[in-house]
């Protein structure tokens, strides 16, 4: 199995910049898409960024020439710089990772998810 373990969320005012973590740990055969979602107070949770393993990235309409995702498949870890927030992007932000089990299965692990708060 696959854990997943996120860092780097906290409080910062509109306009500053935010850079969140994500680890994977266990094994696995690959570790394969890595995406970051989040989710609002009384909102459904939503796909912000998802990068592929050759490093296809697709991003959520709002955040597009904001937040940036990269990741380092030799650590198994995906990043995401967020810039110029905005209050909006307040949300819990939450990293999955789709990964092959050594039987061939396909699977997803999420993190425990980290808060983002941005002030006005």
């Known amino acids: 199995q696959v854990q997943v373990v996120e860092s780097g969320g906290g409080l910062v005012q509109t306009g500053g910049s935010l850079r969140l973590s994500c680890a994977a740990s266990?094994?696995?055969?690959?570790?394969?898409?890595m995406a970051w979602y989040r989710q609002a107070p009384g909102k459904q949770r939503e796909l912000v960024a998802q990068?592929?393993?050759?490093?296809?990235?697709n991003y959520l309409d709002s955040v597009k020439g904001r937040f940036t995702i990269s990741r380092d498949n030799a650590k198994s870890t995906v990043w995401l710089q967020m810039d110029s927030l905005k209050p909006e992007d307040t949300a819990v932000y939450y990293c999955?990772?789709?990964?092959?089990?050594?039987?061939?299965?396909?699977?997803?692990?999420w993190g425990q998810g980290t808060l983002v708060t941005v002030s006005s």
């Open positions: 999955k990772m789709f990964y092959t089990t050594t039987a061939y299965r396909h699977l997803e692990a």
């Open positions: 990068i592929t393993t050759y490093g296809s990235t």
């Open positions: 266990g094994v696995a055969f690959s570790i394969d898409d």
